[in-house]
């Protein structure tokens, strides 16, 4: 009898060791599974005259914080295309594709550039807030910029980012963060496209000065981009 009960408290600790690292992983997973489903798909939006690549180091740095590729998304467009007419509403639509592929509620936006412009209609006109968590714009001319009457005269969307343009006067108009929309914006004091540089903050939003930086530096400096994914988080 005394050798069965030895025998019985050895399988007894032989299946303890083997079920508790299982149980313990199982428990890890269902919790990583919970912060996924938590966390929203970001869509990156380029500006004026780029491409998806732009993204490639905010991108690089949304993985290595354990997004997923199926959680990360790069919408290209034609940047010479009205914002209200044409552009929004093609958002929009790339919108409801990353909502049907994911299956989430609510998507986040980060944009550069032109990209606020495009985006933030979508928001404010066109639906967005109910579908997008939080939009963040880096160096996006959100008040309009006078570079953009150098190429008004032939180009749609130069017309729309230039001071009181039609786009600039809708946007502008009554509440620039509506809804349950978190907003954030990062601006650069050297920024050559936009000017004036107070273009880019919006009342509302959480405005956040990235210092002397080139327009498109703000796409791979690295406090910006600690700055974007501690906002994601939030």
């Given at each position: ?87 929004s509403g093609s958002f ?143």
């Open positions: 009898m005394a050798v069965t009960r030895a025998r019985l408290i050895m399988l007894v600790v032989v299946l303890t060791s083997l079920l508790v690292p299982q149980a313990a992983q199982a428990q890890a997973r269902a919790k990583a599974e919970v912060r996924a489903q938590a966390r929203n798909p970001v869509i990156l939006v380029h500006g004026y005259n780029a491409d998806p690549g732009v993204w490639g180091s905010l991108r690089e740095d949304l993985k290595a914080d354990g997004y997923t590729d199926s959680e990360l998304f790069s919408w290209g467009y034609d940047t010479h295309r009205s914002v209200n007419e044409t552009l929009a639509s790339y919108v409801e594709d990353v909502r049907g592929q994911t299956g989430a509620e609510r998507v986040d936006v980060v944009a550069h550039s032109f990209g606020s412009l495009v985006t933030r209609w979508y928001v404010k006109f066109g639906g967005g807030t109910g579908t997008v968590g939080r939009w963040v714009s880096l160096g996006g001319p959100n008040h309009g910029t006078s570079v953009a009457w150098a190429c008004a005269a032939w180009d749609q969307a130069c017309r729309d980012m230039t001071p009181g343009s039609y786009v600039q006067t809708h946007l502008a108009s009554g509440d620039e963060t509506p809804g349950e929309v978190r907003y954030a914006t990062w601006w650069s004091s050297c920024d050559e496209m936009i000017n004036p540089d107070s273009s880019v903050p919006l009342t509302g939003a959480a405005n956040n000065a990235a210092g002397c930086l080139d327009h498109n530096a703000l796409l791979g400096d690295e406090a910006v981009s600690q700055g974007v994914r501690a906002f994601l988080r939030s």
